[in-house]
């Protein structure tokens, strides 16, 4: 379902709420679920939004906590069940620093003077399919579950990164279901165009095997010019 609540209680910056998600106990909740939180490995920019007002002076994003979780869930139309918020939280906060993981792989594979970039911002887009999604869906592939734009400071530069959440196929021997997650630069400038296009020549970076996963070079190199006309086109 929808977010019922209007565009006017979002943070246009982050397109989460403002004043950030209460701590208190949701609508028919039935027990008391945890209201602590996890600080990341992930470091934070000069900008605090309102979820993480209460640690302005954390050097590093803080998970929000199975509350929070459950009254954001509850806010977009989801039906949450209090006995899946412990796993819920800890796949949030893998699925993140995988990401994070893989930012940092491109960072340090095309810009080693920056040693230490930093995330200033992430916007949730799950309705917003990325141009290499629509491609991966016309050839076959599930579209992604959600979209995220992540900001990061390199240095004084903000960059953004596009990133495309999968859900893994079903295992049969009762493992948990895997996530993978495709992450790269958006291409909103010349640089970040030469960025995407020197790692055509390297296996894709990112938490998900390249293998098998591209038809062709030629399917990948269709993809990022997508992108660059979709980046275009938003200018």
């Known amino acids: 379902g929808g977010d019922p609540f209007p565009m006017i209680w979002l943070d246009p910056r982050n397109n989460m709420r403002k004043g950030g998600e209460s701590q208190y106990p949701g609508i028919g909740q039935s027990r008391p679920l945890s209201t602590s939180r996890v600080e990341s490995s992930i470091p934070k920019d000069d900008f605090t939004p309102a979820h993480q007002a209460d640690n302005p002076q954390k050097e590093r994003w803080v998970y929000p906590s199975e ?18 918020m412990s796993s819920v939280i800890a796949i949030h906060n893998a699925v993140n620093e995988q990401t994070w993981s893989a930012v940092l792989k491109w960072e340090k594979e095309l810009h080693p003077e920056c040693p230490q970039p930093k995330l ?79 790692m055509l020549m390297k296996p894709i970076v990112g938490t998900r095997d390249a293998s098998g996963y591209w038809r062709s070079q030629f399917g990948l190199l269709r993809a990022t010019v997508a992108d660059g006309l979709d980046s275009y086109r938003q200018c």
């Open 67 to 84: 509350q929070m979780f459950f009254n954001a869930m509850q806010r977009k139309g989801w039906d949450p069940k209090e006995e899946d």
């Open 120 to 198: 200033v911002r992430f916007y949730g887009r799950p309705k917003d399919f990325s141009p290499r999604a629509r491609f991966l869906m016309l050839t076959g592939y599930k579209a992604p579950f959600d979209r995220h734009d992540w900001t990061i400071d390199r240095c004084g530069k903000k960059v953004r990164y596009v990133i495309d959440f999968y859900n893994g196929a079903p295992t049969s021997d009762g493992k948990p279901v895997s996530f993978y997650v495709e992450v790269r630069p958006a291409i909103d400038d010349v640089e970040s165009a030469m960025d995407r296009i020197k």
